[in-house]
């Protein structure tokens, strides 16, 4: 499941007083199995992008290929959605999708829209309520009585339940406490884990450190740096340009190396940071 | 000092039985920067509610720059505090930035001739007064908030509480809004109450009063209750950075001084590593 | 619905632009009326000249008036096709088949084209050329005698400007709420009959949700700023009435009124 993109570009409202081109000449390839990062400011083309991924916006110009599905400027597929059953895209704040009277209907509405029986939705939807950690007493309750954080888990099940090969997220973590927040991506790693490619748009360069191994950083439409995480984090005065922030612990580390210390850069955990400090000390 | 807000023995429930607010009480002084500091779900934003009379209180009092919250005294209380809530989008009122600053203006009554200057000095000390006839469609979220802030200063409150106020802001935004109001503290000497579950945040405060299930855990400095690691763990919060690391140095033997600001850390750390 | 232009305003500084709202309602009120008296095809060269001037003075470009003349079309070929086919003053021009075809007819169907597009493209104009807000403002100026009734003029001002300003963000939420289903498989333009209902409510639901949620927020937002509907508060956006608008007044009124009286005249 691997995502090449060709000279993709997207102008919003083509031909009207209001155009704007959102995304220009993205070249790059995600590969399958990666949990990969998007990251860049509000407005640099990242919600623009990852709506390419299940064709819910279609390319004006280049193309996109998504396994074996081409959308290209000029040929637009027959029939988009067995491509958005593999893909699956949670919005920002998907609390706001959910819309049935019980949490069970709500998680089925997904399988069954891509033709599985009622019978199987039901099995699925057993099984997802408890991936994003809630029992199945919940099923049976009305999606609109739960908490913030309880619905957010409910609304990506309801993704979960179509069993996507490919897991797109906008800033799952957004409003989020950091209990909530801890829970969240330690099951988008799980996800990551079972052989599915994860990729997410943070603002969180802890996030990002700590749970993705690919980075694509995005600035006015277009694809300035991927790589590693680790190589991203290097440029330091880099990414201070374009007003991200580095994550604690790499900030600390590159404080502490001007100083005088010797700290491999790409620690990506407090337990190794605090064993290399000590080790620099007593040695 | 002045007590700005009074609050005592606050009790408050959405549901009959179950209380939202248990019987809270607390003080804050002219000129202090106060963080009320607890989880999704612990009544937090409730409390800002009831402060500005927008939920009717159970039981208790509450009392603003020496008013008493009460229906005689609503639009009085009101005049005193201004609140930024949590949503940008849904605070802004005006088609502009412009109309939207002159909409508070309008309730109180300010005259006409006067308000174009109060529009400019307060967009300016935002440092929106580039975006004066922007649209808010045209505006990031931060702008957004940092216009509500404008807004509120035109009223000339002595108050102002911030409800979760950065929570959907991306980092950059967020930055903005909390230097923003550090200069309002230091310049202008306002008293600040702030609602967050952001640690980071809370370590710019005077004073933090930790909330959990509608109860105050404790009261004090940032140092006193960031310092309580256990605690803070039990209420599901996040631990500073720096106090996790100087913790696990201390664990490992080393003779660190727990402290919230990485600067001081590394400097610790350095001096230790100069030693050897 | 990225493509939905009609309607919207067009920041500029046009003549047009810069003329009273309230004028700018008048002209259209009284073009409105003048439009459906029958002054022959002299009366309608008027009223379009006058069209053509504001739309000139208003520097719109013509592809932008002709983008919302456009979705009236099929609704005016309907018109067209009945009035043609059902009416039979004058003479029979022709015939289709068995039927009869009278100039008559075709006269007042071309009158019914006109005064469509007469109608559609001087409203453009004043929508494309006014904010909402002063539009909004200059209704609540207008509508002022009403209070001596008790009618909740300021009331209505306030929610007609509140809906305007919130109109875009509801689109959006649309919008975004649509995509979301349609990457769980909604499907909202293929699929049955049964299938485009389920995904309609998928819609609805949320989106009634949070307009609820933005509504109680707004609530809250607007009370804390102190915002009371019952007292006196002052104002901000004024109109201001200039000699422009005064002579702007004069020459329309002569346009509309003098096609009225040619309708009785001729």
């Not at chain 1, 884990?193 to 277009?222: F, P, Q, R, W």
């Not at chain 2, 009392?63 to 005689?72: D, F, K, Q, V």
């Not at chain 2, 105050?216 to 763990?233: F, K």
């Not at chain 3, 498989?185 to 949700?209: C, Y």
Request: some cysteine; hydrophobic content about 45%.
């Amino acid at each position: 499941m691997s995502i090449k993109c060709k000279k993709l570009g997207y102008i919003y409202g083509q031909g009207t007083p209001f155009e704007f081109q959102a995304l220009k000449d993205v070249d790059l390839e995600i590969e399958e199995g990666s949990f990969t990062a998007i990251i860049g400011q509000t407005g640099s083309g990242k919600s623009t992008f990852i709506q390419h991924i299940n064709a819910l916006l279609l390319p004006t110009e280049g193309e996109i290929q998504i396994d074996e599905y081409t959308i290209s400027a000029l040929q637009k597929p027959e029939s988009l959605k067995s491509l958005r059953k593999k893909s699956g895209l949670v919005f920002q704040f998907p609390e706001y999708q959910l819309f049935e009277e019980t949490i069970e209907k709500d998680i089925m509405f997904g399988p069954m829209n891509f033709g599985v029986e009622e019978e199987e939705a039901k099995t699925i939807a057993k099984k997802v309520i408890e991936m994003v950690g809630l029992d199945q007493s919940y099923l049976e309750k009305s999606p609109f009585d739960l908490s913030g954080g309880q619905k957010r888990r409910v609304a990506i099940a309801g993704i979960l339940a179509m069993n996507p090969d490919i897991l797109v997220l906008d800033e799952p973590t957004a409003g989020l406490d950091p209990q909530g927040t801890k829970e969240m991506m330690n099951l988008f790693k799980i996800i990551n884990e079972s052989g599915k490619t994860v990729i997410i748009v943070t603002h969180d360069m802890n996030h990002v450190l700590t749970y993705c191994d690919h980075a694509i950083v995005m600035n006015n439409g277009h694809v300035e740096r991927k790589g590693t995480v680790k190589d991203i984090f290097q440029d330091s005065a880099y990414l201070n340009q374009l007003g991200i922030d580095l994550p604690l612990i790499t900030h600390m580390i590159l404080d502490l190396n001007k100083k005088g210390f010797h700290i491999d850069s790409s620690i990506n955990n407090i337990d190794d940071l605090v064993e290399a400090i000590g080790g620099e000390i007593h040695g | 000092m002045d007590k700005m807000i009074e609050v005592k023995d606050l009790c408050f429930e959405y549901v009959e039985g179950s209380q939202t607010i248990n019987h809270i009480s607390f003080d804050i002084y002219k000129g202090e920067y106060v963080t009320i500091l607890g989880h999704n779900g612990s009544g937090k934003s409730t409390i800002a509610k009831l402060l500005i009379g927008l939920l009717e209180k159970k039981s208790g009092s509450i009392r603003i720059h020496g008013y008493e919250l009460n229906l005689e005294n609503l639009y009085k209380v009101r005049e005193q505090v201004g609140i930024v809530f949590q949503n940008p989008d849904n605070q802004f009122i005006g088609a502009t930035v412009r109309d939207d600053i002159a909409f508070g203006l309008e309730n109180i009554c300010i005259p006409r001739e006067e308000m174009d200057d109060l529009i400019n000095t307060y967009a300016s000390q935002v440092r929106m007064d580039q975006f004066l006839d922007h649209e808010p469609t045209k505006l990031s979220g931060g702008q957004k908030q940092r216009v509500a802030i404008a807004g509120i200063l035109a009223m000339s409150p002595s108050i102002i509480i911030l409800d979760e106020a950065t929570s959907m802001l991306d980092p950059r935004g967020r930055h903005e809004i909390n230097e923003l109001v550090r200069d309002l503290k230091k310049e202008r000497e306002m008293t600040i109450l702030s609602i967050t579950h952001d640690i980071e945040e809370a370590k710019n405060a005077d004073k933090i009063i930790l909330l959990n299930e509608g109860q105050i855990i404790s009261i004090g400095t940032p140092q006193e209750i960031l310092s309580q690691v256990d605690v803070l763990e039990q209420l599901k919060l996040d631990i500073p950075f720096s106090l996790k690391v100087s913790q696990k140095l201390e664990e490992k033997g080393f003779h660190i001084h727990k402290t919230l600001d990485m600067k001081e850390l590394e400097n610790q750390l350095c001096q230790l590593n100069a030693k050897n | 619905m990225d493509n939905m232009t009609f309607g919207k305003y067009i920041p500029g500084n046009s003549l047009i632009h810069r003329l009273d709202p309230r004028l700018k309602i008048i002209v259209l009120l009284v073009f409105l009326i003048s439009v459906f008296f029958d002054a022959g095809f002299l009366g309608y060269g008027i009223l379009g000249c006058f069209v053509l001037v504001c739309a000139l003075l208003s520097q719109i470009k013509l592809s932008h008036i002709l983008k919302a003349i456009k979705p009236m079309l099929f609704m005016m070929l309907f018109l067209m096709f009945f009035n043609v086919l059902l009416m039979h003053t004058g003479e029979v021009l022709f015939t289709i088949g068995s039927i009869p075809i009278y100039s008559g007819a075709l006269l007042q169907t071309a009158y019914i084209f006109i005064r469509l597009v007469l109608i559609i493209t001087l409203t453009t104009i004043m929508t494309s050329t006014t904010k909402p807000l002063d539009l909004t403002l200059a209704i609540e100026n207008l509508l002022g005698p009403l209070k001596a009734f008790h009618f909740p003029v300021h009331e209505l001002a306030m929610m007609i400007s509140i809906a305007l300003r919130f109109i875009p963000d509801l689109l959006d939420e649309a919008k975004r709420i649509m995509k979301a289903q349609a990457s769980r498989g909604a499907d909202f333009n293929e699929g049955s009959f049964m299938e485009k209902i389920r995904s309609i409510v998928s819609l609805i639901i949320p989106l009634f949700i949070s307009a609820f949620q933005r509504a109680e927020d707004l609530a809250n937002a607007m009370e804390s700023r102190n915002y009371n509907p019952e007292a006196t508060r002052t104002r901000y956006k004024t109109l201001s009435w200039n000699i422009i608008d005064t002579f702007s007044l004069l020459v329309s009124m002569i346009v509309s009124c003098g096609v009225i009286i040619m309708s009785f005249v001729l």
